[in-house]
């Protein structure tokens, strides 16, 4: 079992910045990928960001020079730094583990609660 607790969520104004945390605890695969996915209202979750425990890295165009995904492998967190936010960055932020012990077994998915992030006009 994997846990995630997310931080740093909150309203800002258009324009500005703000940095989401997750740590990640219990029993937790050698092989993984934390990221982060957002839900707007009305609309599909979708991928933001994630990293592997290689470092490997995948944006989504429309984030691609304004976020910075980052983790530390010897405290299980990750982070994503937002900067210049838009109105249509808001929504419901969500963590993200996929783990695995070894290449020839299934994955397993966990998310964290979600925090909501608001970009003002």
């Known amino acids: 079992q994997v846990q995630l607790v997310e931080s740093g969520g909150g309203l800002v104004q258009a324009g500005g910045s703000l940095t989401l945390s997750c740590a990640a605890s219990g029993t937790l695969q050698r092989i993984n990928i934390m990221g982060w996915y957002r839900q707007a209202p009305g609309k599909k979750r979708e991928l933001v960001a994630d990293?592997?425990?290689?470092?490997?890295?995948w944006y989504r165009d429309s984030v691609k020079g304004r976020f910075i995904i980052s983790r530390d492998n010897a405290k299980n967190t990750m982070q994503l730094e937002m900067n210049n936010l838009k109105p249509e960055d808001t929504a419901v932020y969500y963590c993200?583990?996929?783990?695995?012990?070894?290449?020839?077994?299934?994955?397993?998915?966990?998310w964290g609660p979600g925090t909501q992030v608001t970009v003002s006009a």
């Open positions: 993200s583990w996929y783990d695995r012990n070894s290449t020839d077994l299934p994955w397993f998915n966990y």
């Open positions: 990293m592997t425990n290689e470092g490997v890295i």
